[in-house]
């Protein structure tokens, strides 16, 4: 399946929502807040948070569509780190019918073709559960490398839980191999007003923690 991304606008809360609770079975045990308790204001929430934190340069997120650019799939994210200069983190995940299909590769890779050329960033952190079969198989299409365990970065329900931590260098060729050759040169704009538009700053006085849940689907 081919697929495209693009950034996160107000009226996504509805579908947003709707992947959500069709994907508890496959997304729960990763990430803490899918439950079936997942309401709508808590979409919006997140919504309103996405536009906010790009507005912002401190974290990038977008909807994963299919090629008709209607169908929510799933969600790709790379915020800035706040430890080091010119590294991202991502986390993402897809809904229960796209997967096993090349969605969460592709959209993941079209991220980091964004992220590599607008951010000026050197490498891109991903950390995961060990046990997280799917998300490492997707990291390993990524061409992600294996450097180490952490006991810090991942908390599922207010426990730490050790952590996969893999990096993606900007000149990898496994990610790039990925990205489809139109996608190559990224128009990218924001879809709501105040967007800052596809070359953004990564310079920011702001703090911005990264929510751990979000750090892996």
């Known amino acids: 399946m081919q697929v495209d991304i693009r950034p996160f ?54 909807v994963i569509v299919g090629k008709a650019r209607r169908d929510f799939l799933g969600c790709v994210e790379i915020c800035m780190s706040t430890c080091e200069e010119h590294v991202g983190q991502m986390g993402y995940w897809v809904r229960r019918q796209a997967i096993g299909q090349g969605v969460c590769s592709q959209g ?39 450097i180490d365990q952490q006991h810090d970065q991942i908390f599922y329900n207010g426990q730490s839980q050790v952590a996969n931590r893999y990096q993606i260098e900007a000149d990898s060729s496994a990610w790039a191999d990925l990205v489809p050759a139109r996608r190559r040169r990224w128009p990218l704009m924001p879809e709501y007003p105040n967007g800052t538009g596809d070359r953004l700053s990564a310079g920011s006085e702001a703090s911005y923690e990264f929510r751990s849940s979000a750090k892996k689907a």
């Not at 107000?10 to 496959?26: F, K």
């Open 9 to 62: 606008k107000p009226t996504d809360a509805d579908e947003l929502q709707r992947a959500v609770l069709t994907s508890v079975g496959h997304i729960g045990p990763w990430l803490d807040w899918c439950t079936p308790r997942y309401t709508r204001s808590d979409a919006r929430d997140w919504v309103c948070e996405s536009i906010d934190l790009w507005a912002q340069g401190l974290a990038f997120r977008w």
């Open 108 to 146: 993941a890779a079209q991220a980091l073709d964004w992220a590599f050329n607008s951010l000026d960033l050197q490498r891109v952190e991903l950390f995961v559960q060990p046990s997280n079969d799917a998300s490492i198989g997707v990291a390993h299409k990524l061409g992600a490398e294996l």
